[in-house]
């Protein structure tokens, strides 16, 4: 009877846990640019905009406008949401955690790609070549961090900053 309870339990776990990843969400909307507080431009995908782009990634993100310096507000906003959603599986040298490091992430992926990994992470895992990769490497998929949009570009802006643009 035991065993029998046990089995149960596992089989419950394993359900709950494997039900919930294959939500898949389509985006309808008009492009638009959306300026976040720092008046950045932040363009997302209309009805005609390709649902995936190996360049971009799977996500709204087609265009994000960086600049050559780095935007030392946004980089401190980044450094914070990188202490409480990403230090605990990334480090921010090339040695790989649970994830792989970030040095050097910011030349080796456009931004657009970045931002829309961190916003997008289960359809970039099932459809991006290069996050696959990065998968079978790593061996652990990216949980969903319901990062904003904000969040997104303030972690790409602290990305820049740890590989060195000031």
Same mark, same amino acid.
């Given at each position: ?16 846990? %494997? ?11 008009? $492009? $638009?640019?959306?300026?976040? &507080? %720092? ?5 997302? &995908? ?6 995936? /782009? &190996? %360049? ?6 087609? #265009? *994000?406008?960086?600049?050559? @310096? +780095? /935007? ?11 202490? *409480?959603?990403?230090?605990?599986? #990334?480090? +921010?040298?090339?040695? @790989? ?24 992470? /289960?359809? !970039? ?16 998929? !990216? ?5 904003? /949009? ?11 900053? %740890?590989d060195g643009i000031k």
């Amino acid at each position: 009877m035991k065993k029998l309870i046990v089995l149960s339990i596992i089989a419950i776990i394993m359900y709950a846990c %494997n039900s919930g990843g294959s939500n898949e969400t389509t985006q309808t909307t008009p $492009t $638009t640019t959306t300026p976040d &507080p %720092n008046g950045e431009k932040i363009s997302t &995908p209309g009805g005609d905009a390709p649902a995936y /782009d &190996p %360049n971009r990634g799977a996500g709204k993100f087609t #265009h *994000v406008d960086v600049g050559d @310096k +780095l /935007d030392a507000s946004l980089a401190s906003g980044g450094e914070k949401i990188y202490g *409480v959603k990403c230090s605990a599986c #990334h480090k +921010l040298t090339e040695e @790989k955690l649970v994830g792989p490091g970030w040095k050097g992430v910011t030349e080796r992926f456009k931004p657009e790609w970045i931002m829309n990994f961190v916003t997008n992470t /289960d359809e !970039m895992l099932n459809k991006d070549p290069k996050a696959q990769a990065l998968l079978e490497i790593c061996l652990v998929r !990216m949980p969903n961090q319901n990062l904003t /949009d904000n969040d997104a570009r303030q972690l790409l802006e602290y990305m820049r900053k %740890n590989d060195g643009i000031k």
